[in-house]
Every structure is written in structure tokens, then in C-alpha cells.
């Protein structure tokens, strides 16, 4: 199977790749796809209420009866809880919140800042490794990070002569290939978990997910992942870059100056700021010392879901964006008055019109799908089959890898896949003894793997811009080609950090198991 450039001047990529984006390019937009979903799974469970199935729910006892969602009954319940399916979707607050605080680090310059410092002190011979660390580092800054990450990376490896493509290609894998990977929490724990929650909850009411159910598979995945990047860079992608890529474009000045030293106004700004997040931090560890701390659960659990200080990671995320930000806006000059905090809390928010949007029907077409019980039918007919052909556990977990691997290559959006697939995949695999926190965990790993190598992926074209002002001739099938050796290696270095954690009887994270029994 070749793979072939894009012809930049045709505008049109070729070969395989070419038939893969033009095929995606013609889907419908992500929300209008949930809109057709949700017409769909109406009409399914007219059609299918006329119909005895024979499961009985594991929980309740009770025979699974498909309801008619367009009976005159369900369609004013529909409407009664139009409203409260939107505000109460698990994503949608979470996302709002903590990117506000992310919105003042940004526009302060909070961010940029500490990455610039984070590369100036690196030695050059591990340049690679530390710019692959910032991009996994770089998760908590969200989408920003596309931004201003690959113009430093690429500059800091034009700088020690190195090629520039190889420095984007690193910080691009770290960043989006390794966004399973995290030394912290960030804000796709709680989306995912507020997906998994739901979707569990089909099969058991009483079911609840941490929302750190993930973070040591996550943080052991880190060492891999950075690993077999570092790896990838040096042996394969730049020696390939430097032979048959030349750089025929001079960075440009605003490269140039992304990679600029901090300023001493700003290095002081830094401190003050880095000042009020060490306070924060050993303030929050006072609160938690004490055995009886209001924010450890009645048991004194720190991990349990019924903890205060699991139920308020998000507002600790914004507080822990925002704090720093304004200090930093405030000694820097960045935010001269208020209104301009404020500003840019609002840019930031213009970003999330469209996520806005497609939550709406999401959590409409969830409403009709769990309401109408197709769910818990899909999971016992999913668990029967999967009964019936008697697989190990850990080649059912190996089907949701590759199966999620290849849906990525269409549906980019972690949220938008989760969306769709947990109300299957968890219910179906918690019938036949698996877990949640597993079933999520495995998907995460496909996921995050894929997004370097699929045209769809949404900061492609602005990848291949940066990619273009070193070696003007680049493609998406450049690109692709680039960066399907780290989709190999980070797969297979993920998907072994699982089943080793599974071997080892290591937990996926806090309050996860790898098998489900019923209660």
C-alpha cells in the first residue's frame, strides 16, 4: 500500500490517503450526525417495541421492552426534559468551566511563558525527549497548545540543527498521539468519565465512576510513550526528513520570536505567579492532611467518589488556570484592568460555540437511547454473542482497540467517539464481567494513537502551515507519512502498558478494577 504526497498546487492528495480524506470530507458535520442518530434511534424503537426479545435486565429483573420514543407519551417527555438533557450533560459544564480558567492563562501569557521556560533550560542533546515531554506536559493547556507549541519546537530543532519537521512531528506526537499519556489530571478525565458513568449506569443504576478512574494507567503509559517518540524521532523520521526533505524556507520572524527568551518583566511575573500556585498547592494539602478534612469522603477516603475533593477536580482546574493567569496578566502588564480578564474568558468561550451546539443533540439522542432501553438491548445482545463465542477478556479489550483505532481514522473527536460508543461497549462488556474503567481505558489508548495519522484529524491544516514555512512542498500525505511510525509505536506501546498493568493486577486509577460484579 503506498502512500503519497499531496500535490499542494492541485490541492488534492492521492493514493489511499486521498480517497480517506475525501471520504471523511464528505460525512456530515459531527452534530449532524447525532442529529440523524437521534431520528434514527426514535424510529428504531418504534419499530422494535412491537418486538419480544427475551433478556431480562441484570439489575432489575425485569424483562427489556423497547419503548416507542414516538408515542405521544414519550415524545412530552421528551419535551419536558428538552432542557434538562442539556444542561445536565455530563461534558458540557466541565469543558466551560475549566477552559475559562484556561482562557486567562492563555491571554495572560501565563502559559506560553512557562513552556518557553521550561525548553530554554534543556541541554541540547535531549532537546527530543524534552520537547516530547512538554507536548505530553501540554495536555492541561488543551487545544491551545497547537498553537504555540509547534512554532517553538520546530525553531528550538532549526536552532541546534537538527530538522524543524522532525521537532513538530515530536511535539505533535507527545501532544495529540500521546493524549492517553499524562503526568497530571486534566480535562479529559472528567468527560470521559461523565460518558462512562452514564453509559454503566444502563446496565447498573447505582454504578459510579471516578473520575481519576484512568490516572495510573495514564501517568505509566507517560514513560512509554515518550520513550518510543524519542525513539521514532531520532532513528526514523529525522534521518527519513533529512534525505528527503529538505528545508527550502527560512523561519519566518514571528518563529523566530516564539522562541525569544522570557523577557525579565515576564521571568519576574513567572515567579510571582508560580508563587501563588506553590501556596495553592501545599494550602489544598493542609486541607486534606487531616483525617477528618471536609474534603476527604465519611470514611476518609481521598479517592472515593463520594470524596468533596473528587467532586470539585474541575473547579480546582480553573482555579489552578486562573490564579496564576492573573497574577501573572497583572505583574506582567498583560491585564492592565479587569475588563481585560474578563475578554479573555470570552475569547476563549467563542471556541466552544460549536462544542456547545453539538451537546445539545448529544444529550437528546442519549435521553432517547437510554429512555427508550435500545441500550440495555444492544448490551445483552452484544454480551450474548461475546458468551457464545467464549473469548478471553483480554482479546475482547484487543476487538475495542482495534475497532476504536479504526473508527478514529473518521470521528477525530474523543468526546463525539465516547458519545456514541459507551452506551454500547460498556453496558455490553460489563454483562459478560468487564469493567468500565477498563472498557474506557482501552478505548483512550486507540484513540489517542490514531489522531496523529488521520487527515480529519481538525489541527491538520494547521500542522502542515507550520510544517510549510521550513519546506514549503509539504502535504497531507507528507504529513501522514511522517507520522505513521509513532501511530505504530505508540499503539503498541500503549496496548503493552495495559496488559501489563493487567498481568501485574496494577489498578487502571483510583477506585478501578479490571472486573465488573454485579451487586
Not at 48 to 56: D, K, M, N, V
Not at 250 to 258: C, G, S
Not at 457 to 483: E, H, N
Amino acid at each position: 500500500m503506498s502512500i503519497q504526497s499531496a500535490n499542494p498546487e492541485a490541492g488534492q492528495s492521492t493514493g489511499v490517503l486521498g480517497a480517506i480524506e475525501r471520504l471523511g470530507n464528505s460525512l456530515p458535520n459531527i452534530t449532524i450526525l447525532f442529529f440523524y442518530a437521534l431520528c434514527i434511534a426514535a424510529i428504531a424503537s418504534w419499530l422494535l417495541s412491537y418486538i419480544s426479545f427475551g433478556y431480562i435486565h441484570p439489575v432489575s429483573g425485569e424483562a427489556i421492552q423497547i419503548k416507542n420514543m414516538l408515542a405521544p407519551a414519550e415524545l412530552l417527555g421528551l419535551s419536558q426534559n428538552l432542557v434538562k438533557n442539556f444542561i445536565n450533560f455530563p461534558p458540557l459544564g466541565i469543558v466551560i468551566v475549566a477552559t475559562l480558567g484556561i482562557g486567562i492563562a492563555e491571554g495572560s501569557g501565563y502559559l506560553r511563558t512557562l513552556l518557553k521556560q521550561l525548553l530554554s533550560i534543556t541541554p541540547q542533546r535531549f532537546v527530543t525527549p524534552s520537547v516530547i515531554f512538554v507536548g505530553v506536559v501540554s495536555h492541561i493547556a488543551s487545544d491551545s497548545a497547537y498553537v504555540f507549541l509547534m512554532p517553538i519546537a520546530a525553531f528550538m530543532f532549526y536552532a541546534s540543527g537538527k530538522h524543524p519537521l522532525a521537532g513538530i512531528a515530536a511535539a505533535f506526537a507527545g501532544l495529540a498521539g500521546g493524549f492517553a499519556a499524562s503526568f497530571t489530571p486534566s480535562m479529559i478525565d472528567p468527560i470521559m468519565q461523565g460518558f462512562t458513568q452514564s453509559a454503566a449506569r444502563i446496565i447498573d443504576p447505582t454504578y459510579s465512576v471516578n473520575v481519576l478512574c484512568n490516572y495510573f494507567i495514564s501517568f505509566g503509559s507517560t514513560f512509554g510513550v515518550i520513550g518510543v517518540c524519542w525513539y521514532i524521532t531520532e532513528k526514523i523520521v529525522e534521518p527519513r526528513l533529512q534525505k528527503y526533505m529538505p528545508v527550502d524556507t527560512q523561519p519566518e520572524e514571528e518563529d523566530k520570536a516564539v522562541h525569544e527568551s522570557v523577557t525579565p518583566v515576564e521571568a519576574r511575573a513567572f515567579r510571582i505567579a508560580n508563587f501563588f500556585m506553590l501556596a495553592m498547592m501545599v494550602g489544598l494539602l493542609v486541607l486534606l492532611y487531616p483525617e477528618d478534612s471536609m474534603l476527604r469522603a465519611p470514611n476518609g477516603s481521598m479517592t472515593s467518589p463520594q470524596a468533596p475533593i473528587m467532586q470539585i477536580i474541575v473547579p480546582l482546574l480553573f482555579i489552578f488556570f486562573a490564579v496564576p493567569g492573573i497574577v501573572f496578566g497583572k505583574v506582567a502588564g498583560s491585564f492592565k484592568d479587569t475588563s481585560e480578564i474578563t475578554k479573555s474568558m470570552e475569547s476563549v468561550t467563542f471556541t466552544l460555540i460549536g462544542f456547545m451546539v453539538f451537546c445539545f443533540f448529544c444529550a437528546q439522542f442519549l435521553y432517547v437511547f437510554g429512555q427508550s432501553q435500545i441500550g440495555a438491548l444492544i448490551a445483552m445482545a452484544g454480551a450474548d454473542f461475546l458468551r457464545s463465542i467464549n473469548l478471553p477478556s483480554q482479546i475482547t479489550i484487543l476487538g475495542i482497540v482495534f475497532l476504536t483505532a479504526c473508527l478514529n481514522i473518521l470521528i477525530t473527536s474523543a468526546s463525539s467517539k465516547w458519545a456514541i460508543l459507551a452506551p454500547v461497549f460498556v453496558p455490553m462488556l460489563m454483562a459478560v464481567g468487564i469493567s468500565p474503567e477498563l472498557t474506557q481505558a482501552s478505548f483512550r489508548i486507540s484513540d489517542s494513537a490514531i489522531n496523529v495519522s488521520t487527515p480529519l484529524f481538525a489541527f491538520y491544516p494547521l500542522i502542515i502551515m507550520y510544517c510549510q514555512r521550513y519546506c514549503s512542498k509539504t502535504g497531507v500525505g507528507t504529513l501522514v507519512s511522517m507520522m505513521l511510525p509513532y501511530t505504530v509505536g505508540l499503539l503498541i506501546a500503549m496496548t503493552v502498558t495495559l496488559y501489563l498493568f493487567w498481568a501485574l493486577g496494577i489498578p487502571l486509577g483510583f477506585d478501578s478494577g479490571y472486573v465488573y460484579t454485579p451487586a
